[in-house]
Protein backbone atom coordinates (compact mmCIF):
# COMPACT_ATOMS: atom_id res chain seq x y z
CA UNK A 1 0.00 0.00 0.00
CA UNK A 2 1.64 3.13 -0.79
CA UNK A 3 0.75 6.35 1.71
CA UNK A 4 -1.73 8.55 -0.11
CA UNK A 5 -3.47 11.57 0.51
CA UNK A 6 -6.78 11.75 -1.06
CA UNK A 7 -8.46 15.00 -1.72
CA UNK A 8 -12.74 14.14 -1.00
CA UNK A 9 -13.77 17.68 -1.59
CA UNK A 10 -11.95 21.02 -3.40
CA UNK A 11 -13.32 24.30 -2.42
CA UNK A 12 -14.28 27.72 -3.95
CA UNK A 13 -11.39 30.16 -4.93
CA UNK A 14 -11.60 31.40 -2.09
CA UNK A 15 -11.47 28.45 0.53
CA UNK A 16 -11.46 29.03 3.99
CA UNK A 17 -9.45 25.69 5.45
CA UNK A 18 -8.05 22.49 5.03
CA UNK A 19 -9.58 19.61 7.24
CA UNK A 20 -7.37 16.65 7.43
CA UNK A 21 -8.92 13.22 7.83
CA UNK A 22 -6.44 10.32 9.74
CA UNK A 23 -8.35 6.47 10.50
CA UNK A 24 -6.86 4.85 13.14
CA UNK A 25 -6.01 1.06 13.65
CA UNK A 26 -7.10 -1.51 11.04
CA UNK A 27 -9.17 1.60 9.63
CA UNK A 28 -9.72 2.99 6.12
CA UNK A 29 -9.47 6.35 4.75
CA UNK A 30 -13.14 6.05 3.62
CA UNK A 31 -14.83 3.39 5.51
CA UNK A 32 -13.55 4.76 9.11
CA UNK A 33 -15.55 8.00 8.07
CA UNK A 34 -18.96 6.62 6.26
CA UNK A 35 -22.10 5.40 7.86
CA UNK A 36 -23.76 2.55 6.48
CA UNK A 37 -26.94 1.69 7.31
CA UNK A 38 -28.91 -1.34 5.40
CA UNK A 39 -31.81 0.16 3.90
CA UNK A 40 -30.02 3.98 2.65
CA UNK A 41 -27.39 5.06 1.02
CA UNK A 42 -23.74 5.53 2.45
CA UNK A 43 -23.00 8.97 3.97
CA UNK A 44 -19.17 9.80 4.10
CA UNK A 45 -19.86 12.92 6.11
CA UNK A 46 -16.77 14.47 5.13
CA UNK A 47 -17.30 14.61 2.11
CA UNK A 48 -21.15 13.98 1.87
CA UNK A 49 -22.08 16.74 4.80
CA UNK A 50 -19.43 18.93 6.13
CA UNK A 51 -18.83 21.20 2.79
CA UNK A 52 -22.52 22.14 3.43
CA UNK A 53 -21.61 23.25 6.76
CA UNK A 54 -18.19 25.02 6.39
CA UNK A 55 -18.40 26.66 2.87
CA UNK A 56 -14.87 26.82 1.25
CA UNK A 57 -13.42 24.06 3.24
CA UNK A 58 -11.79 21.36 1.14
CA UNK A 59 -11.66 17.63 2.65
CA UNK A 60 -8.83 15.43 2.31
CA UNK A 61 -8.24 11.61 4.03
CA UNK A 62 -4.85 10.11 4.94
CA UNK A 63 -4.50 6.33 3.18
CA UNK A 64 -1.78 4.54 5.15
CA UNK A 65 -1.49 0.80 6.18
CA UNK A 66 -2.68 0.30 9.41
CA UNK A 67 -3.76 -3.54 9.05
CA UNK A 68 -3.24 -6.01 11.84
CA UNK A 69 -0.96 -8.19 9.84
CA UNK A 70 0.95 -5.55 8.06
CA UNK A 71 4.62 -5.95 7.33
CA UNK A 72 5.67 -2.54 7.35
CA UNK A 73 8.52 -1.49 9.01
CA UNK A 74 7.09 2.38 9.09
CA UNK A 75 6.14 3.05 13.11
CA UNK A 76 4.05 6.18 14.02
CA UNK A 77 7.02 8.96 12.92
CA UNK A 78 7.94 7.43 10.07
CA UNK A 79 4.07 7.86 8.97
CA UNK A 80 3.49 11.47 10.07
CA UNK A 81 6.39 12.27 8.16
CA UNK A 82 4.76 10.30 5.02
CA UNK A 83 1.52 12.45 5.67
CA UNK A 84 3.21 16.47 6.37
CA UNK A 85 5.32 15.91 3.03
CA UNK A 86 2.27 15.15 1.49
CA UNK A 87 0.53 17.91 2.98
CA UNK A 88 2.73 20.15 1.89
CA UNK A 89 2.88 19.14 -1.66
CA UNK A 90 -0.74 19.51 -1.81
CA UNK A 91 -1.23 23.16 -0.34
CA UNK A 92 2.67 24.14 -1.98
CA UNK A 93 2.20 26.94 -4.50
CA UNK A 94 -1.48 26.84 -4.32
CA UNK A 95 -4.75 29.00 -3.18
CA UNK A 96 -4.26 26.61 0.09
CA UNK A 97 -1.04 27.58 1.12
CA UNK A 98 -1.98 29.58 3.89
CA UNK A 99 -5.56 28.30 4.91
CA UNK A 100 -5.88 26.67 8.46
CA UNK A 101 -5.79 23.25 8.79
CA UNK A 102 -7.66 21.32 11.18
CA UNK A 103 -6.69 18.06 11.59
CA UNK A 104 -9.58 15.53 12.18
CA UNK A 105 -8.17 11.81 13.77
CA UNK A 106 -9.98 8.54 15.07
CA UNK A 107 -7.80 6.38 17.13
CA UNK A 108 -4.13 5.51 16.56
CA UNK A 109 -4.50 8.21 13.42
CA UNK A 110 -4.20 11.11 16.82
CA UNK A 111 -1.29 9.62 17.84
CA UNK A 112 0.38 10.27 14.38
CA UNK A 113 -1.46 13.79 14.65
CA UNK A 114 1.05 14.07 17.97
CA UNK A 115 4.25 13.85 15.81
CA UNK A 116 3.73 17.11 13.61
CA UNK A 117 6.78 18.88 13.96
CA UNK A 118 7.48 20.07 10.28
CA UNK A 119 7.73 24.14 10.99
CA UNK A 120 5.25 25.27 8.18
CA UNK A 121 2.54 22.93 8.63
CA UNK A 122 2.71 23.25 12.36
CA UNK A 123 2.01 26.95 11.92
CA UNK A 124 -0.80 26.41 9.64
CA UNK A 125 -2.28 23.83 11.87
CA UNK A 126 -4.91 25.18 14.07
CA UNK A 127 -6.77 22.49 15.85
CA UNK A 128 -6.95 18.98 16.20
CA UNK A 129 -9.98 17.33 16.87
CA UNK A 130 -9.31 13.35 18.14
CA UNK A 131 -12.08 10.97 18.65
CA UNK A 132 -11.56 8.06 20.42
CA UNK A 133 -7.45 8.41 20.65
CA UNK A 134 -5.32 6.05 23.19
CA UNK A 135 -3.10 8.95 24.39
CA UNK A 136 -2.40 6.18 27.32
CA UNK A 137 -3.23 3.43 25.61
CA UNK A 138 -5.50 0.49 26.03
CA UNK A 139 -5.19 -3.30 27.35
CA UNK A 140 -4.36 -5.67 24.63
CA UNK A 141 -7.64 -7.53 25.25
CA UNK A 142 -9.28 -4.47 23.80
CA UNK A 143 -7.23 -4.30 20.55
CA UNK A 144 -8.51 -7.90 20.24
CA UNK A 145 -12.33 -7.27 20.13
CA UNK A 146 -11.49 -4.46 17.43
CA UNK A 147 -9.44 -7.03 15.36
CA UNK A 148 -12.74 -9.76 15.53
CA UNK A 149 -14.19 -9.21 12.03
CA UNK A 150 -10.11 -10.71 11.25
CA UNK A 151 -9.86 -13.13 13.54
CA UNK A 152 -8.10 -13.16 17.16
CA UNK A 153 -5.67 -15.49 15.34
CA UNK A 154 -4.56 -12.89 13.32
CA UNK A 155 -4.31 -10.13 16.23
CA UNK A 156 -1.84 -12.67 18.36
CA UNK A 157 0.43 -13.05 15.16
CA UNK A 158 0.46 -9.71 14.30
CA UNK A 159 3.41 -7.69 13.60
CA UNK A 160 2.45 -4.87 13.26
CA UNK A 161 4.32 -1.83 14.47
CA UNK A 162 1.33 0.60 15.59
CA UNK A 163 0.25 -2.66 17.93
CA UNK A 164 3.57 -2.27 20.57
CA UNK A 165 2.59 1.43 20.95
CA UNK A 166 -0.56 1.19 21.66
CA UNK A 167 -0.41 -1.36 24.44
CA UNK A 168 -1.29 0.81 27.98
CA UNK A 169 1.44 2.82 29.03
CA UNK A 170 3.78 1.51 26.46
CA UNK A 171 7.32 3.39 25.98
CA UNK A 172 6.78 4.95 22.87
CA UNK A 173 3.47 6.11 23.46
CA UNK A 174 5.15 8.01 26.55
CA UNK A 175 7.64 9.53 24.36
CA UNK A 176 4.71 10.84 21.73
CA UNK A 177 2.74 12.59 24.67
CA UNK A 178 5.92 14.10 25.96
CA UNK A 179 7.05 15.51 22.49
CA UNK A 180 3.58 16.64 22.02
CA UNK A 181 3.16 18.17 25.68
CA UNK A 182 5.05 21.81 24.80
CA UNK A 183 3.50 21.97 21.58
CA UNK A 184 -0.15 21.10 22.52
CA UNK A 185 -0.62 24.46 23.75
CA UNK A 186 -0.16 25.81 20.21
CA UNK A 187 -3.76 24.06 18.99
CA UNK A 188 -6.91 24.32 20.03
CA UNK A 189 -8.02 20.60 20.59
CA UNK A 190 -11.08 18.58 20.88
CA UNK A 191 -11.36 14.88 22.41
CA UNK A 192 -14.16 13.22 22.04
CA UNK A 193 -14.54 9.76 24.44
CA UNK A 194 -16.74 6.52 23.00
CA UNK A 195 -20.02 6.31 24.98
CA UNK A 196 -20.41 2.24 24.47
CA UNK A 197 -18.56 -0.60 24.94
CA UNK A 198 -18.80 -3.97 23.07
CA UNK A 199 -20.85 -6.76 24.08
CA UNK A 200 -17.82 -8.62 23.66
CA UNK A 201 -15.39 -7.32 25.78
CA UNK A 202 -18.35 -5.13 28.32
CA UNK A 203 -15.94 -2.22 28.11
CA UNK A 204 -15.03 0.93 26.15
CA UNK A 205 -11.95 0.37 23.81
CA UNK A 206 -10.32 3.94 24.61
CA UNK A 207 -11.85 5.01 28.19
CA UNK A 208 -11.92 8.31 28.92
CA UNK A 209 -9.33 8.62 31.02
CA UNK A 210 -7.22 7.61 28.02
CA UNK A 211 -8.91 9.78 25.36
CA UNK A 212 -8.57 13.15 27.49
CA UNK A 213 -5.05 14.68 27.84
CA UNK A 214 -6.23 16.85 30.82
CA UNK A 215 -5.14 20.03 29.22
CA UNK A 216 -6.56 23.21 30.40
CA UNK A 217 -7.81 24.22 26.49
CA UNK A 218 -9.20 20.74 25.84
CA UNK A 219 -12.19 20.93 24.76
CA UNK A 220 -14.31 17.35 26.42
CA UNK A 221 -17.07 15.35 24.94
CA UNK A 222 -18.77 12.15 24.62
CA UNK A 223 -20.26 10.90 22.06
CA UNK A 224 -22.55 8.22 21.04
CA UNK A 225 -20.87 4.53 19.83
CA UNK A 226 -18.40 2.31 19.78
CA UNK A 227 -14.54 3.11 19.43
CA UNK A 228 -15.62 2.32 15.65
CA UNK A 229 -18.96 3.52 15.28
CA UNK A 230 -18.28 6.76 17.36
CA UNK A 231 -17.02 9.28 13.77
CA UNK A 232 -19.79 7.58 11.66
CA UNK A 233 -22.21 10.50 11.12
CA UNK A 234 -25.73 9.82 8.97
CA UNK A 235 -27.58 12.84 7.62
CA UNK A 236 -30.36 13.25 10.24
CA UNK A 237 -27.23 12.44 12.98
CA UNK A 238 -27.71 15.29 15.19
CA UNK A 239 -24.50 14.38 16.73
CA UNK A 240 -23.06 15.76 13.84
CA UNK A 241 -23.91 19.76 14.78
CA UNK A 242 -21.77 19.14 17.48
CA UNK A 243 -18.61 17.86 15.44
CA UNK A 244 -18.76 20.45 12.81
CA UNK A 245 -18.88 23.39 14.66
CA UNK A 246 -16.25 22.20 16.71
CA UNK A 247 -14.15 21.49 13.59
CA UNK A 248 -15.63 25.22 12.21
CA UNK A 249 -13.96 26.88 16.08
CA UNK A 250 -10.74 24.57 15.27
CA UNK A 251 -9.68 26.77 12.60
CA UNK A 252 -9.71 29.81 14.31
CA UNK A 253 -7.08 28.34 16.58
CA UNK A 254 -6.16 28.21 20.30
CA UNK A 255 -9.58 30.47 22.28
Known amino acids: ?????????????????????IHGLNGHYMDTFTHKPKFAPSTMWLKDLLPKKIPGCRTMSFEYDASFNSMSIANVRDTARSLLELLKDEREESKYANVPIVVVAHSLGGLITKQDDYPGMANCTKGIVFFGTPHRGADAAHWAVVAEKIGHAVFRTSKSKFLEILVRNSEDLYEITEDFRPIAANYAIVSFYEEYAYNILGKVIVDKDSAIMGLPHEQ??????????????????KQFDAVWKRIKRAADGVP
Open 1 to 21: MVNTLHVLTDGPECPTMDIVA
Open 220 to 237: KMMISGTHTSMCRFSKRD
